[in-house]
């Protein structure tokens, strides 16, 4: 018994001088921790610096922490990579740090060899840009940047991106070649942008008005917002331009701009046009 005690004490020193021996290369993310199996353990480390983020080669100070020694070279990190398995995706918007959501460019094929076809967090991302084709890696457990993909049409990028600055709602969106997969990126970052929001919801309030002008005769010129109004320029089919305050809630008018008597309450947009017509 005593033998097989100083026996399992012996493999323990053992074990953590190989550890205290051992360098490795591994990925970090900001406030996570890094990993390596040693002696067929996997051990996870908080790296020192606490705060380090990237690729680093790291050295065991102790079980519970191991410290960035040195950055990998190019074929270092090159050779690491091929041993994770890749998948091309589309990156969305950055989610923390240098940590990325992307879509798969193939659903089929994402579905197919990872079980997935929905968004996902990459890792360390470089480089790159909104609506760029990647190569990631998946370990097991995360998904790491590997390159842009520099085989894909960069047209596509380019083409998602001038929608987005021309507030083309994910309905709308057209151009030659688009998939499903690049529709459910471009919705992605469309909604994830404040002011694409805030312009796609001017938008529609002004097709919301135009529409019940439209209705009465009239034409919408311009609009301005008022908290619960919108002050809005409008001009009847003989061409006289009119300015009225129009509830949001409901376009009931709140001042028609011209004398009601007090009965603008009674009147929505599209029936203050004939009243208005009526009038002059």
């Not at 074929?75 to 240098?98: D, H, M, N, S, W």
Request: charged share 30%; aromatic share 8%; proline share 5%.
């Amino acid at each position: 018994m005593v033998a097989d005690i100083r026996k399992l004490l012996n493999q323990i020193a053992a074990q953590e001088t190989r550890l205290r021996d051992t360098q490795f290369l591994a990925p970090c993310v900001r406030g996570g921790l890094v990993r390596t199996r040693v002696s067929h353990i996997i051990y996870n480390f908080a790296p020192k610096p606490r705060n380090f983020e990237g690729w680093g080669i790291f050295q065991a100070v102790n079980e519970k922490t191991a410290e960035v020694i040195d950055e990998p070279s190019l074929p270092q990190l090159a050779e690491y990579l091929k041993l994770l398995q890749p998948l091309r995706l589309r990156l969305a918007y950055v989610l923390k740090g240098k940590t990325w959501l992307a879509y798969p460019i193939n659903e089929s094929d994402a579905k197919q060899r990872f079980g997935i076809a929905k968004p996902v967090a990459v890792n360390l991302v470089t480089d790159a840009a909104t609506f760029e084709p990647i190569i990631a890696r998946w370990d097991g457990g995360s998904w790491w940047f590997d390159e842009c993909d520099r085989r894909s049409d960069p047209l596509v990028a380019e083409q998602l991106k001038d929608a987005l600055k021309k507030v083309t709602s994910p309905p709308e969106l057209r151009f030659k070649g688009i998939t499903p997969e690049m529709g459910t990126v471009y919705d992605l970052v469309a909604h994830q942008t404040k002011e694409f929001e805030a312009k796609m919801q001017h938008k529609r309030d002004e097709k919301r008005l135009a529409a019940a002008l439209r209705q009465g005769g009239g034409e919408l010129r311009e609009f301005r917002d008022r908290d619960d109004s919108w002050l809005i320029e409008w001009i009847t089919a003989d061409g006289s331009r009119h300015t009225s305050a129009i509830s949001k809630n409901d376009l009931t008018v709140v001042s028609a701009g011209i004398c009601l008597s007090g009965m603008d309450r009674d009147f929505d947009l599209q029936s203050l046009v004939g009243v208005v017509e009526r009038q002059f």
